[in-house]
């Protein structure tokens, strides 16, 4: 039990939580956190998708990581995430129809989320099942707590609801106060995400 | 013996044996789940219907509210006739083939006319249903959904504050062509006709005020143009029945039109 959980695989699952976050410091998967983050929800079902994903396609890799030839690998990893992808979305159509069409646009960009090849390539092919495992449910979380926060700034200034629900009170309106734009347009979240990395950046400055 | 993994016979036994087993096993989920998946679309479609009838589809059974309530008819001739095959799930391509689908509902407000549209967001298709009252004139109820349109901008079509902004609307214009329309967000001058669009949407907002207005072109015959009054009702200057306008102190011109319009 104490293998299961040591340093190492601790670490394996804490960094990319904080200090080696694929967004933040690895500035991976971008493109998604840009699209998805208008609004909570969607963040929250892509982040938790991307987590699923992530923790199995690293596990199928490492397992036949061995046997798999050098120069085809990445051509190897994406036939493992597609496959992956697409049984789940299948399966989801047929016993989950509603989260199915909830995640409609966002199952395909999963395929194409740079975390996934990137922890591929990075980690699943040099280690073991286990470590791999954490490693990509560690790197799911990092990249959901982050398209979290930013859906979360952009829907409440740019809806003023969160999760749907209106929390923008009465009073502030009255007084005058809108909803802003800005934070709906794609743009925007470039801007929030770039915040994010500034404001990790200079908290973690010490510790690295 | 361990395997030159680098070897090029290796490498192409590898990917030829990958995609078999992939290609084998998508194709085997694909197949032992089509049945299920198949199921919950038509399942969804009903419920999409149900929605534009002003139905709670996530409160209610959707397979015996649908059966008791609907009908699946086809405009055929002028007339209504019951539809026999096997319910559609996607309504593009009987629209292209001129085959005019109606879903006649009996509600608690009375009876509705359910017409299907289809056309294309920013990203991809857009479909919806489209409720008329009985006089076929105003919208009773709305239901919108797309393929791929923007989450939080152009999916917002897909959500019932948007849909219940077609309620009540007029479907014509007093000159008899469609006027109901969806307009940039803010931006409503006729209120009767026109609907709001979705902010920092305006092409999907444009691509469902043309789905809409294409879509209930199609249905022109079944809809009808307004019906008009009887006499001239101060709405052109002839009539078609001359005695019925010699009545009418009001008709302006007093004359039999010589070319009604068609």
Partial sequence: MSKLFSEENKAAFSNPLNLNNPIAIQVLGICSALAVTSQLKPAIVMGLSVTVITAFSNVIISLIRKSIPNRIRIIVQLVVVATLVTIVSQLLKAYVYDVSVQLSVYVGLIITNCILMGRLEAFAMQNKPWPSLLDGIGNGLGYAWVLIVVGFVRELFGFGTLLGYNVIPKFLTDWGYTNNGMMVMPAMSLIIVGCVIWAHRSINKEEK | ?262
Avoid at chain 2, 46 to 75: C, H, M, P, W, Y
Avoid at chain 2, 99 to 104: G, I, K
Avoid at chain 2, 147 to 165: P, Y
């Fill in chain 2, 1 to 262: 013996m361990k395997l030159n993994t680098n070897s090029n016979v290796y490498t192409f036994v590898y990917a030829v044996v990958m995609v078999i087993i992939v290609a084998f096993l998508l194709a085997f989920v694909s197949s032992a789940l089509k049945d299920t998946q198949e199921a919950n679309v038509a399942n969804d479609t009903k419920g999409q219907i149900l929605s534009a009838l002003r139905i709670d589809k996530n409160a209610v059974d959707v397979q015996a509210t649908f059966a008791e309530k609907v009908q699946d008819k086809l405009f055929q001739n002028g007339e209504l006739v019951p539809y026999e095959s096997d319910f559609l799930t996607s309504y593009g391509q009987a629209i292209k083939d001129g085959e005019l689908h109606v879903f006649e509902a009996t509600t608690d407000d009375g009876v509705k006319y359910v017409i299907p549209v289809t056309g294309r967001g920013l990203w991809g298709g857009l479909w919806g249903y489209i409720a008329l009252n009985e006089d076929k004139q105003t919208v009773y109820g709305s239901y919108f959904y797309h393929e791929s349109e923007t989450a939080g901008l152009g999916a917002r079509i897909g959500e019932t504050e948007f849909q219940n902004r077609f309620q009540g609307k007029q479907v014509f214009d007093e000159n008899g062509d469609i006027a109901l329309t969806v307009v940039k967000a803010g931006s409503v001058k006729d209120d009767a006709h026109e609907v709001d669009g979705i902010t920092g949407a305006t092409l999907t907002s444009n691509g469902v005020a043309a789905m809409v207005s294409e879509g209930l072109g199609k249905y022109a015959d079944f809809i009808g143009v307004p019906a008009q009054e009887a006499c001239c009702g101060g709405k052109s200057d002839c009539c078609e029945d001359k005695a019925e306008c010699e009545k009418d102190a009001d008709c302006p011109a007093k004359q039999e039109c010589t070319n009604v319009e068609q």
